[in-house]
C-alpha cells in the first residue's frame, strides 16, 4: 500500500464538498468510490437507488423491491 497522509473524517468531507478537488479524481476513482463506499446491504434501499436514479437524470431504468422473506 501506498503511504499516505491521514485524514479526518472532516478532511475527507471537505474534500468530496469542493467541487475544483473532486474534479481531480478520474471516472474510475469516482467509481471505485461509489462501489466501495456504503457498509453493507442494508444501505442498497429501493428508495436510495431510485434516488440516485433521479439524480443522475436516468429514465431507462426501474427498480422494484422482492421481498424473498420465507414463511
Not at 475527507?12 to 463506499?37: A, G, P, S, W
Request: net charge negative.
Amino acid at each position: 500500500m501506498e503511504n499516505y497522509q491521514k485524514i479526518s473524517r472532516e478532511d475527507f468531507i471537505n474534500f468530496f464538498r469542493d467541487d475544483e478537488k473532486l474534479n481531480q479524481l478520474t471516472v474510475d476513482d469516482r467509481i471505485e468510490i461509489f462501489r466501495t463506499i456504503l457498509v453493507g446491504s442494508s444501505d442498497l434501499t429501493k428508495d436510495l437507488l431510485n434516488e440516485i436514479l433521479e439524480d443522475y437524470s436516468v429514465s431507462n431504468l426501474k427498480i422494484i423491491e422482492i421481498n424473498n422473506d420465507k414463511k
